[in-house]
């Protein structure tokens, strides 16, 4: 009985299993608290579980994780310093990429000029939302290509995060982050900000331009639902647009508010997302992590207490890792990741 109990108590507090034994190894550090505001929260973490701190304090601010499951190791852009990083277990933290948003010979004036959200294609090759380059660009043979860069003959804004569906078509959002001025920037050539589709023969489509500040954005397990969050703090809020037959979106519903959490000041706006198989949404937004059932009825909150950027499944996909200001932390799942 005393071994079931101690099998049950987090990693957090330092517990490793050799051979059926619980024992007691290096305490590891953790950043905030889980809220459980559900008893269906239980199914997802282990009662007990901490965020753990993977690096702590070492970045201006990290954004974009993605799992590299070839080489074991989670990639994530840190836009001031306009570079990437790569984590593992076995190497620890190391630069990966830099410059990795913007190129350009001139000194970029402001702050906001790298990489931000990262994937991978089928061809396994890096595909990359750069803000100073204002463009999607991808990694290949050591050289960015340029894979969307215009709309309409207008530059993008300055492209923020991005999903491939499974037909190989590109979802992107497109603020106006990476611009130094934002929306009064004299070098912004759209009056709006987007969310479009690139399909595999090079075409953008718009598909809403609706969204004030549409940041992260993530799909359904069955590719029905298109969930994108609305950075903007007088409406924080994740939209879910239904998916039609052809690519295109048909008429989006508010999947969840949190504005009224933004405006008490809790850290944080919705920003990066990721679904699990079992269809749950954890999106980034005030707070921490907020992580909602398939329905839109809130289960719980991974409090980090800072500003939370976005978050990927790695390792068999029952690893979150997610990018908290200047720190880098991870949560073991009960679920996977889709």
């Given at each position: 009985?005393?071994?079931?109990?101690?099998?049950?108590?987090?990693?957090?507090?330092?517990?490793?299993?050799?051979?059926?034994?619980?024992?007691?190894?290096?305490?590891?550090?953790?950043?905030?608290?889980?809220?459980?505001?559900?008893?269906?929260?239980?199914?997802?973490?282990?009662?007990?579980?901490?965020?753990?701190?993977?690096?702590?304090?070492?970045?201006?601010?990290?954004?974009?994780?993605?799992w590299?499951?070839?080489?074991?190791?989670?990639?994530?852009?840190?836009i001031p310093?306009?570079?990437?990083?790569?984590?593992?277990?076995?190497?620890?933290?190391?630069?990966?990429?830099?410059?990795?948003?913007?190129?350009?010979?001139e000194?970029?004036?402001?702050?906001?000029?790298?990489?931000?959200?990262?994937?991978?294609?089928?061809?396994?090759?890096?595909?990359?939302?750069?803000?100073?380059?204002?463009?999607?660009?991808?990694?290949?043979?050591?050289?960015?290509?340029?894979?969307?860069?215009?709309?309409?003959?207008?530059?993008?804004?300055?492209?923020?995060?991005?999903?491939?569906?499974?037909?190989?078509?590109?979802?992107?959002?497109?603020?106006?982050?990476?611009?130094?001025?934002?929306?009064?920037?004299?070098?912004?050539?759209?009056?709006?900000?987007?969310?479009y589709?690139?399909?595999?023969?090079?075409?953008?489509?718009?598909?809403?331009?609706?969204?004030?500040?549409?940041?992260g954005?993530?799909?359904?397990?069955?590719?029905?639902?298109?969930?994108?969050?609305?950075?903007?703090?007088?409406?924080?809020?994740?939209?879910?647009?239904?998916?039609?037959?052809?690519?295109?979106?048909?008429?989006?519903?508010?999947?969840?508010?949190?504005?009224?959490?933004?405006?008490?000041?809790?850290?944080?706006?919705?920003?990066?997302?990721?679904?699990?198989?079992?269809?749950?949404?954890?999106?980034?937004?005030?707070?921490?992590?907020?992580?909602?059932?398939?329905?839109?009825?809130?289960?719980?909150?991974?409090?980090?207490?800072?500003?939370?950027?976005?978050?990927?499944?790695?390792?068999?996909g029952?690893?979150l890792?997610?990018?908290?200001?200047?720190?880098?932390?991870?949560?073991?799942?009960k679920?996977?990741?889709?």
């Amino acid at each position: 009985m005393m071994r079931r109990m101690l099998l049950a108590l987090p990693l957090a507090l330092g517990l490793s299993v050799v051979a059926g034994e619980a024992v007691m190894a290096k305490e590891v550090p953790v950043l905030g608290k889980i809220e459980r505001l559900d008893p269906a929260f239980d199914k997802l973490v282990e009662p007990g579980a901490g965020i753990e701190l993977l690096a702590e304090k070492k970045f201006e601010w990290s954004e974009g994780p993605l799992w590299d499951a070839a080489k074991r190791r989670v990639l994530f852009s840190d836009i001031p310093r306009n570079m990437i990083w790569e984590w593992s277990e076995s190497g620890g933290l190391k630069k990966f990429l830099q410059p990795s948003g913007y190129t350009g010979a001139e000194p970029f004036t402001g702050r906001e000029p790298g990489s931000n959200g990262l994937t991978f294609d089928k061809a396994g090759e890096l595909v990359m939302c750069q803000h100073g380059d204002r463009r999607i660009a991808k990694l290949s043979g050591g050289k960015f290509v340029t894979l969307a860069d215009k709309y309409q003959g207008k530059r993008l804004n300055s492209p923020n995060d991005l999903v491939f569906k499974s037909n190989g078509d590109l979802y992107f959002t497109d603020p106006p982050y990476g611009l130094p001025k934002q929306v009064d920037d004299p070098g912004k050539e759209l009056d709006f900000q987007g969310v479009y589709r690139l399909n595999a023969r090079g075409e953008l489509t718009l598909l809403t331009r609706e969204l004030s500040r549409p940041n992260g954005l993530a799909f359904s397990p069955d590719e029905q639902t298109l969930y994108v969050a609305n950075s903007d703090p007088n409406k924080a809020i994740v939209m879910a647009y239904p998916v039609k037959s052809d690519g295109t979106l048909g008429v989006g519903k508010v999947f969840f508010d949190a504005t009224k959490a933004a405006q008490e000041k809790k850290p944080g706006l919705p920003d990066g997302m990721k679904v699990s198989r079992d269809g749950t949404l954890w999106a980034t937004g005030p707070g921490g992590v907020l992580v909602y059932s398939p329905a839109g009825k809130h289960l719980g909150t991974l409090a980090t207490g800072v500003p939370t950027a976005n978050l990927a499944f790695g390792d068999d996909g029952s690893t979150l890792y997610i990018t908290a200001d200047k720190n880098l932390v991870r949560l073991r799942t009960k679920v996977k990741g889709w």
